[in-house]
């Protein structure tokens, strides 16, 4: 089997534009798993579900992005969410899954927040996630009651 390329973590800003992208590509995913999820939603109902999914970027601890070969596969960030650190936006390109990309990635988020004084990581995943709840329960990861602003989004998962 041959050698996998080594993973190179970097932090950036969270409008760095390789960040943008990794993101754009994670949600262009994400509307495809649960596009049949909103069919039936009212306008008002949708319109909160997708502000509770916005963020703001003042919000933003640290951002960062896994790299092989210098390309960008892979995006995680740490946000500070009303008094909770959370773990957001981890995503790993298809075809460098399976390596641990997203795995270096939460721990890059992880030590950051201990060093910033957090006692707990919080993280929200839904429904037609199965793959993340996986890793996350691997990691150590337990279900909590869905939080602010996450409960106005059925698919969330405690």
């Known amino acids: 089997m041959p050698e996998l390329n080594p993973v190179v973590i970097?932090?950036?800003?969270?409008?760095?534009e390789r960040a943008v992208r990794l993101r754009a590509a994670m949600d262009e995913e994400m509307d495809a798993r649960y596009a049949s999820a909103w069919e039936d939603w009212d306008p008002a109902?949708?319109?909160?579900?997708?502000?509770?999914?916005?963020?703001d970027p003042a919000d933003i601890s640290a951002t960062f992005l896994a790299l092989v070969d210098g390309?960008?596969?892979?995006?995680?960030?740490l946000r500070r969410l009303r008094g909770e650190w959370e773990l957001k936006r981890v995503v790993t390109l298809p075809n460098h899954r399976g390596r641990g990309v997203s795995k270096r990635l939460i721990?890059?988020?992880e030590d950051t927040a201990r060093a910033e004084g957090a006692s707990r990581l919080i993280l929200q995943t839904g429904d037609r996630q199965p793959e993340a709840v996986r890793l996350y329960e691997w990691l150590g990861y337990e279900p909590i009651p869905i939080y602010s602003p996450y409960e106005v989004i059925p698919m969330s998962l405690r």
């Open 45 to 55: 109902a949708a319109e909160r579900a997708l502000t509770a999914f916005a963020v």
């Open 107 to 109: 721990a890059a988020v």
């Open 10 to 16: 970097e932090r950036v800003a969270w409008d760095d």
């Open 71 to 77: 390309e960008p596969v892979g995006h995680a960030a």
